[in-house]
């Protein structure tokens, strides 16, 4: 066998060095370890109340404290965060707004398909109507 060269000998210590680094950042778990989890929990609650089903909430889990959703200037999806209001029903809302021009009343919901009393009724704390 024949003598290696400086060169030769660093090189072979590198790729030494890198598959020992390799095999055992794997054999460690680095590469399959558990999912990233991210806990939220509201400054307002205790961490273990805020971590419980809400149960019979008044309010809708999407919703902040008094929020309130502009029925004039709200997008696709902060419609979709009202109760009761899904995907069809909030296209339904912005296909109102855009042949009527908007909305002069929370009450005139009940002009679009699917949005009876009931539903206003459960809708009216959370929208608004801008002038």
């Known amino acids: 066998m024949s003598k290696l060269s400086r060169y030769e000998k660093v090189v072979l210590g590198l790729g030494l060095a890198f598959l020992l680094l390799v095999g055992g950042y794997r054999l460690g778990g680095g590469a399959g370890g558990r999912p990233y989890q991210v806990s939220v929990t509201r400054a307002d609650q205790p961490a273990a109340a805020a971590s419980l089903p809400a149960g019979d909430s008044s309010r809708p889990d ?23 209001i ?3 029903r909030a296209r339904s809302i912005l296909d109102w707004r855009e042949k009527n021009g908007g909305f002069s009343a929370p009450e005139q919901l009940t002009e679009i398909s699917g949005i009876g009393e009931k539903t206003l009724e459960k809708l009216l704390p959370y929208i608004e109507v801008s002038g």
């Open 62 to 84: 999407s919703l902040m404290d008094g929020e309130r959703i502009d029925l004039n200037t709200a997008g696709y999806y902060d419609l979709m965060r009202l109760p009761g």
């Open 86 to 88: 899904g995907e069809k």
